[in-house]
Nanobody, 115 residues
């Protein structure tokens, strides 16, 4: 059974940085593209970044130039490095793995932006 667990959330000041991790178990990360989603309080869950199986990175305009997604297939882990954090970046961050075996979601990690 494929499981994803996010970590690294917490309180960050505006303009600060935070690193999130998404660990995959039950399968090999190399078989999956992984998306990062953000869900602000009371709003919908939106895609913000993707790490493809082939190693490509894609970003939505809201985070482009500030966030970086990367992966370490040997550690079965995908990372989201957040910089220049804004108040609008607050919310629950989820990772989703997409592959031939299906789509799998993590339970999320909360990012709070506060001065």
């Amino acid at each position: 059974q494929v499981q994803l667990v996010e970590s690294g959330g917490g309180i960050v000041q505006p303009g600060g940085s935070l690193n999130l991790s998404c660990v995959i178990s039950g399968s090999e990360l190399a078989k999956y593209s992984v998306d990062w989603y953000r869900q602000p309080p009371g709003e919908q869950r939106d895609l913000i970044a993707t790490s493809t199986k082939g190693g490509r990175e894609m970003y939505m305009m809201s985070v482009k130039g500030r966030f970086t997604v990367s992966r370490d297939n040997t550690k079965n882990t995908v990372y989201l490095h957040m910089t220049k954090v804004k108040y609008t970046d607050a919310g629950v961050y989820y990772c989703k793995a997409e592959g031939e075996a299906g789509d799998f979601w993590g339970v999320g990690t909360l990012v709070t932006v506060s001065s």
